[in-house]
């Protein structure tokens, strides 16, 4: 606790000398910005700092458990940037299909669209695991705020969604799978958190 006071003190002592070094009151570094508030003769630090997250460390009753873990973080590292890809990709479509007037422009646009993704994707996704491809389904859903089956029905059709689902559940998956941050997937997003503010 006092380590902790002291190292809190040193900061303060820092950010207030950093703060008092520029005669103008405001000082821009590292997109922080300082400023002194003089109250009744008092000067006071005003700063913002970044938000730091913190997790209780997982504890591991065995040595199972903590592979079971560490492979969950390699799969979610492995799945993550399709997942924001598709989640980019999804936003530049949307955009595209905006400016169509036509179906049939829209339809040959898609057709493209499938092409590209197919050309670019189609090998890391075959080469998913099938824990990899459920838990890519549940980050799309988290990256776009909904279901692949959604996307799919929105993007291609109720028939086309339907055909996919139906190949999806023969194999064991299921594309209405949902992100359940505060449920069954609170620890996907805990490593997620953590991989996007760069702790990970």
């Not at 002592?13 to 003769?41: G, P």
């Not at 080469?127 to 909904?146: A, F, P, V, W």
């Not at 996907?188 to 760069?198: A, D, K, V, Y």
Request: charged share 30%; glycine share 4%.
């Amino acid at each position: 606790m006092i380590k902790k006071t002291i190292i809190l003190l040193i900061l303060f002592i820092f950010q207030l000398s950093t703060v008092t070094k520029a005669q103008n009151s405001l000082d821009i570094t590292n997109e922080n910005v300082a400023y002194r508030v003089v109250v009744e003769e008092d000067t006071l630090l005003v700063t913002s700092i970044e938000e730091v997250i913190i997790f209780r460390k997982p504890k591991f009753k065995t040595r199972r458990e903590w592979r079971k873990y560490y492979r969950l973080i390699r799969n979610i590292k492995k799945v993550y940037p399709i997942a924001k890809a598709a989640s980019a990709k999804y936003d530049s479509i949307s955009t595209q299909m905006m400016s169509l007037k036509t179906e049939r422009e829209r339809k040959k646009y898609l057709n493209q669209v499938e092409k590209g993704i197919m050309s670019e994707y189609e090998d890391d996704i075959r080469q998913l695991t099938y824990t990899q491809g459920i838990i890519l389904l549940k980050l799309i859903d988290r990256e776009i705020g909904e279901t692949s089956y959604d996307l799919l029905k929105e993007l291609k059709g109720s028939f086309t969604a339907f055909l996919w689902q139906t190949i999806a559940r023969i194999f064991g998956q299921n594309l209405k799978v949902e992100f359940d941050a505060e449920g069954n997937d609170w620890l996907i997003n805990e490593i997620m958190i953590l991989l996007e503010n760069g702790q990970l």
